[in-house]
């Protein structure tokens, strides 16, 4: 009786391997062959001489899936094919991509790495030959072995088991020992017959080579393939792009760098719905945006819908119809009377996106229900997507992405920081009450490493000094250039800081000096700013009930308690600014001040203005926070169409540069409440909508009046010692106008300052000085282009069309209105006011430092006074001790105050070079990066891009590596998770992860391409399967998280659950699967609205049901990820980094 080896009474293994001890050589035939599972036997083989009649011969049949069999079995219409070399050939190479897909499952080990070198060897010396059997299916697992016995030549076992290691030990199988001499000898005449067959070919060779070209290859890697294949696959999309889309003829005067933003753009627009475009200042983010919207116009026939500042309109109608683009161009400011209107556009390209970081704003609603309703794809421009925290960022991604959308990757830095894997995605689970891979869950998260994983998905980013390394051409002087399609070149020029010092002969006659003292910034420290810190003074306990009008308004002043600090800092900014508009904003200042004392003392309703910190901050608004338009309490009224900013005499603010407020003092103030009387009435009525109103006696009036009263008395006594402006008597003026007609007498000079009121002065001066072709710019004004294009014709492509005595030399202008414009006509760039951060003086650079710049030089030219840094090093010093002292600024509104270092000011002093060399920015998103490190690779050596391209998966090296605190010896992994996302962590020698960061793996990763590699660590291997198993434990189906017990999926879920066991005979498939997928995946908001609704009107189980299923077959139930086939986790590439 033969023996019966199931693997469970008996393995199969132990007694073929006994058998084989003593055998001289086999003839094996199974249907699957496992490459990895050669090792439990090689040792016996390799015992063999090799050669035809002494080796292994191994016959491998076409096994089929079952779904092939049926469907060959049922097919109608076709018939068998007959076996052609044709069909030989194709058939080999599938067979041949599945032993490469097998090396590519799982994690490598040292044991496995030997033993395919060993089969390797085998396969080459013969002593194992492996054939396919072609011709039909089969499906036979024969083992037959030839031994030197005259009593038992040939030993065969036939079965059911494989040659892996679960058919030879672990899973059951049934396999019988065939001894006797007839049995035996038919199957080896049955082998023998398919072994020498036609359909029989040899594939001993190509197995041999695709284990030499996997990652058990005997020779070392170069280090630097396996960072490009890091880089490759990290730029994959921008691949894709370049592959998928074609740049429109209109555009072939793009750049290179211009068309990959275009291509990655539409990439990520097509396949997520929209694109963040935040290229820095002047590399041409209009041009590339227009050739996205003409592609999305081309390829799939989409109108666009353009918003945009109203400052822009005019350039974007003048690109849309040199572009030939169908659309239509819409001032932000009017989004909210006319977007709701329009017609279906199927693309919204929002220029200057960032000024929709308030998703609470009117606007914004306004715009987000229109993409929404009209499922329209976004583009969004901006070069500053975020100015104080990343939630700037998410605010704009909303518009396209809705917050509770599964990502399909969540913030790891965030989970990691709550403990980890399972353990933080839980306490992230009971902290927040959102899906841990939603946009919701990253605004959770501070890490920008979880940021930079979500931009790489929707943003392309790139900087001036990442366009200069990896895009310009190097001239013989050095310089590098870009170079145009028609054959012109753009250069990079050199920033070169230049100081104008400026005093007097007489310093009893510089104002100016007088003004910027100790003295003055000591009355503005003592500033109450009672107007800015209402909230201080509201009535608490107030026996008269609030309206809802009340409580909305208070609860506005009490959030609003810190705009003292900005209202100081503003102030003592305007003083450094010129005192002329330190002088205008005390007149305003004390004009206001007298307004609310008057309302008070007539027992009459106080106009609250703005308690809006982005009106207040001078990086996004020019004009006085004092003046009229600026104390707007809604900032969707700022560009009110019908706002006459020479409006009311009563105001005193026509278009006089000064109020004369001084003449209107006397002993009583008399006069001033006369002109606060007919000012309030102004506001009653012309002007009411633009405040909110308040009862006095909600606040503590008497304190509040007596606040008011002091800080008009001490800015009145500023005025009395210093009277009106004089500009003959400003010294740091004259320096101007001796820069201009002495030192640059012909050159275009653009004159940059910080506030509107500046502007308007240095432009009347100039003029009344007969320096004539001046112009100034604000944020008010109504057509910079007109303005822009007459200063930079050249840049602007309107040089045909402006005359000489149209042309400007002089353009002086705010930081606000830099917005979008070519100004690089002009080659020298003057700081009449120095911001408070060295990131501004950069950007101002930017403004001409931009595409098209012919200059070889930019002098930056800076104002600083005569005795030295130290006055406004100290000065500033003493506001800043200030607004520490009283806690008057916190959380993310430090940024307002810049404090960047001394040392900035000391070195425009000392005209620095490099100073302002740099960019506002040095991030770059992901794909960009890791795209140009391939680019740049693949154009050096061409070569290269077939060697990594067909470099298989799981491919390691090792280089030398010296440890620090920070980078230990470890291994650096990279692999694509079950959903396709990219995951790398780099992973210490005890396996504790160091980083997921993304992009400092692809830094660390990176080397010369001359780096040699050096002999494995023996750890390697275990520590790549550490690094994956930290990676597969964090990836977890997003389904099967109900939620809190209270919430709506939970409670629907439970009731349906149990409705379904109860009625289990009358349950429908519909209500299953709805049920089914209620448990896999998170409820739309939506459906988390409905059914929350009707669970409290206490719906019974069957309407329940019903219900659900409903908003299933509308699909408004679940946010379901696309049904795709699950795939396993997959080790793309590893760098070990040890000592040598």
Same mark, same amino acid.
């Given at each position: ?20 001890? #003593? ?184 197995? &041999? ?138 693309? /919204? ?45 998410? @605010? ?14 969540? $913030? ?35 890490? $920008? ?70 003295? #003055? ?23 008269? $009930? ?102 009311? @005499? ?83 003026? &004259? ?18 300052? !910080? ?31 007109? #303005?822009? @294009? ?9 040089? &045909? ?152 998966? /799981? ?12 980078? $230990? ?13 990219? @995951? ?29 590699? #050096?002999? =494995? ?8 399967? =550490? ?111 040890? !000592? !040598?």
């Amino acid at each position: 009786m033969p023996r019966i080896f199931d693997n469970i009474d008996l393995e199969l293994l132990a007694i073929l391997r006994d058998t084989l001890e #003593i055998s001289c050589r086999a003839d094996f035939c199974v249907g699957y062959f496992n490459l990895r599972g050669w090792q439990k036997i090689d040792d016996l083989i390799e015992k063999y001489p090799g050669g035809d009649v002494s080796c292994c011969r191994l016959l491998i049949g076409m096994q089929r899936l079952p779904k092939d069999i049926i469907n060959t079995e049922f097919s109608l219409g076709t018939t068998a094919s007959k076996l052609d070399n044709s069909s030989i050939n194709q058939l080999r190479k599938r067979i041949a991509a599945e032993f490469r897909q097998q090396l590519t499952i799982g994690a490598p080990s040292n044991q496995d790495e030997a033993g395919l070198r060993r089969l390797s060897h085998q396969l080459k010396s013969k002593r194992l030959i492996i054939k396919l059997f072609l011709e039909h299916p089969l499906h036979a697992k024969l083992y037959l072995v030839h031994r030197q016995d005259p009593n038992t030549p040939i030993v065969g076992f036939l079965g059911s088991s494989n040659l892996t290691l679960s058919g030879l030990v672990k899973q059951g199988e049934l396999n019988v020992d065939i001894l006797d001499h007839d049995s035996c000898h038919k199957l080896q005449k049955w082998f023998e017959d398919r072994w020498e067959s036609y359909g029989c070919i040899d594939v001993s060779e190509e197995l &041999a080579q695709i284990i030499d070209e996997s990652w058990a290859r005997p020779e070392l890697i170069p280090p630097y393939h396996i960072y490009l294949k890091i880089a490759y696959h990290l730029s994959h999309e921008a691949i894709a792009g370049i592959s998928e889309f074609r740049i429109p003829s209109e555009f072939n005067h793009l750049f290179d760098f211009q068309k990959a933003a275009v291509q990655l753009a539409a990439r990520h627009v097509t396949k997520r719905g929209g694109v963040i475009i935040g290229d820095v200042v002047g590399l041409g983010k209009t041009l590339v945006g227009t050739a996205l919207a003409k592609i999305l116009q081309e390829d799939c026939y989409l109108e666009t819908l353009i918003i945009c500042p109203k400052t822009l309109t005019e350039m974007w109608r003048e690109y849309v119809r040199e572009y030939r683009l169908i659309a239509e161009v819409m001032p932000i400011s009017q989004v909210q009377n006319e977007l709701a209107k329009l017609r279906r556009y199927r693309v /919204v390209l929002i220029d200057e996106s960032h000024n929709l970081r308030n998703r609470e704003g009117k606007r914004y609603k306004t715009i987000a229900e229109y993409i929404t309703t009209n499922e329209s794809k976004c583009i969004l421009l901006s070069a500053t997507p975020y100015n104080k925290t990343y939630l700037d960022i998410s @605010s704009q991604l909303r518009l396209f992405v809705p917050e509770d959308e599964n990502l399909g990757f969540r $913030p790891e830095a965030l989970i990691n920081q709550l403990g980890g894997g399972e353990l933080g995605e839980l306490e992230f689970n009971k902290r927040h009450q959102c899906s841990v891979r939603s946009l919701a869950a990253f605004e959770k998260s501070e890490h $920008p490493d979880d940021w930079r994983e979500l931009m790489k998905r929707y943003m392309v980013r790139r900087t001036r000094s990442f366009i200069k390394d990896n895009y310009a051409q190097v001239a013989e002087d050095g310089r590098k250039y870009l170079k145009f399609a028609n054959g012109n070149t753009s250069h990079f020029p050199d920033r070169i800081p230049r100081t104008i010092q400026f005093t007097s002969s007489d310093p009893n006659s510089d104002r100016y000096s007088q003004l910027y003292s100790a003295s #003055i910034v000591d009355v503005i420290n003592q500033l109450n700013f009672p107007r800015y810190g209402l909230g201080n003074y509201i009535i608490t306990q107030d026996k008269q $009930p609030l309206t809802a009008d009340e409580k909305r308004i208070l609860n506005t002043l009490f959030r609003g308690r810190n705009l003292i600090g900005f209202s100081r800092t503003n102030l003592f900014k305007r003083l450094e600014s010129s005192g002329f508009a330190f002088i205008k904003s005390i007149e305003r200042h004390i004009l206001r001040n007298f307004v609310y004392i008057y309302a008070i003392e007539q027992g009459l309703d106080i106009p609250i203005g703005t308690q809006d910190v982005e009106l207040l901050d001078t990086r996004n608004n020019d004009e006085d926070a004092e003046s009229l338009r600026a104390t707007s309490f809604d900032p969707e009224t700022e560009d009110d169409e019908n706002f006459n900013e020479s409006y009311i @005499s009563a105001a005193g603010e026509n278009s006089n540069l000064n109020l004369n407020l001084i003449n209107l003092i006397n002993l009583k103030f008399k006069n001033l409440r006369q002109k606060a009387q007919l000012t309030y009435q102004e506001y009653t009525s012309r002007y009411q909508r633009r405040f909110k109103w308040l009862d006095y006696r909600r606040f503590d009036f008497q304190k509040l009046k007596n606040d008011l009263l002091a800080d008009a008395e001490a800015l009145i006594n500023i005025l009395q010692e210093f009277g009106q402006w004089q500009p003959q008597m400003d010294t740091k003026l &004259a320096a101007l106008i001796d820069l201009l007609t002495k030192t640059h007498p012909h050159e275009k000079v653009l004159i940059f300052t !910080q506030f509107a009121d500046t502007v308007n002065y240095l432009t009347e001066s100039l003029l009344a000085t007969n320096i004539t072709n001046v112009a100034g710019v604000t944020g008010e004004c109504k057509n910079p282009t007109e #303005i822009t @294009s007459r200063f930079s014709p050249v840049s602007n492509g309107k040089k &045909a069309e402006i005359t000489s005595n149209q042309e400007l030399r002089i353009l002086i202008s705010t930081d606000i209105l830099s917005e979008g414009h070519n100004l690089q006509d002009c080659a020298i760039i003057v700081n009449w006011d120095l911001p408070w951060a060295i990131i501004r003086l950069i950007q101002r650079a930017g403004r001409v430092d931009r595409i098209g710049q012919n200059a070889a030089k930019i002098f930056c030219y800076s104002f600083l006074p005569s005795d030295g840094v130290e006055r406004i090093i100290n000065l500033r010093g003493r506001l800043r001790q200030r607004l520490k002292e009283n806690a008057e600024v916190v959380g993310t509104d430090e940024a307002f105050f810049e404090d960047d270092s001394n040392q900035v000011i000391l070195d425009l002093y000392n005209e620095k070079s490099g100073v302002l060399d740099g960019d506002e920015d040095t991030e770059v998103d992901l794909t960009s990066e890791a795209f140009q490190i391939w680019k740049k690779a693949t154009d050096h050596n061409p070569a290269l891009k077939k060697i990594i391209e067909e470099m298989p998966n /799981v491919v390691y090296s090792t280089r030398a590596h010296q440890p620090q605190p920070l980078q $230990p010896e470890g291994v650096l992994l990279y692999m694509k998770t079950s959903d396709g996302n990219d @995951s790398l962590i780099y992973v210490d020698q005890e396996g504790n992860n160091v980083t997921q960061s993304q992009l400092a793996i692809l830094r660390m990763a990176a080397c010369p391409e001359s780096t040699p590699a #050096i002999l =494995k660590n023996q750890q390697h291997h275990e520590l790549i399967k =550490k690094g994956a198993e930290l990676i597969a434990k964090e990836e977890k189906n997003a389904g099967g998280q109900l939620g809190k017990p209270s919430g709506a999926r939970f409670r629907t879920y439970e009731k349906l659950k149990n409705y379904t066991q109860e009625m289990k005979a009358t349950v429908t498939d519909e209500l299953r699967k709805a049920v089914d997928i209620i448990y896999r995946y998170p409820l739309r908001q939506s459906a988390t609205d409905i059914l929350n609704r009707h669970l409290r009107s206490g719906i019974s189980n069957q309407q329940l049901a019903q219900l659900v299923v409903d908003l299933q077959v509308d699909n408004r139930l679940c946010i379901v990820s696309e049904e795709v086939e699950k795939q396993e986790p997959r080790i793309i590439c590893s760098l070990g980094l040890f !000592q !040598q």
